[in-house]
């Protein structure tokens, strides 16, 4: 089970951090990331973390505004989000996976139930 929380609406400009618990069914997970998406639009990876090594990958445009993390202590991983954008406002889901190749992919098999994040102006 993965709960995500601390999303909430924010300037343009602002910064978020959001965090998502772990149970303990998903701890043979080799990769967790950050998935979004808005309505209308595809869900995209916003951000994932290798957990063998810890290596973390973003896909371009988040490069430099995105930063994930994760305490193994609470199990817990984290998303920071900088200088957000209007276009970065979607729900944003916490994703977990055991597979060795997970690195590559976006079907992850646990998903928590997401948490909204809303960029004003």
């Known amino acids: 089970q993965l709960v995500e929380s601390w999303g909430g609406s924010v300037q343009a400009g602002g910064s978020l951090r959001l965090s998502c618990a772990a149970s303990?069914?998903?701890?043979?997970?080799?990769?967790m990331a950050w998935f979004r998406q808005a309505p209308g639009k595809e869900r995209e990876g916003v951000a994932a973390?290798?957990?063998?090594?810890?290596?973390?990958f973003y896909p371009d445009p988040m490069k430099g505004r995105a930063s994930i993390s994760q305490d193994k202590s609470t199990n817990t991983l984290y998303l920071q989000l900088n200088d957000l954008k209007p276009e970065d406002s979607a729900m944003y889901y916490c994703a977990a996976d055991p597979r060795a190749d997970c690195y590559s992919r976006n079907d992850f098999t646990y998903w928590g139930h997401g948490t909204q994040v809303t960029v004003v102006t």
């Open positions: 303990d069914d998903t701890h043979a997970s080799v990769c």
């Open positions: 973390i290798y957990l063998v090594d810890g290596r973390p």
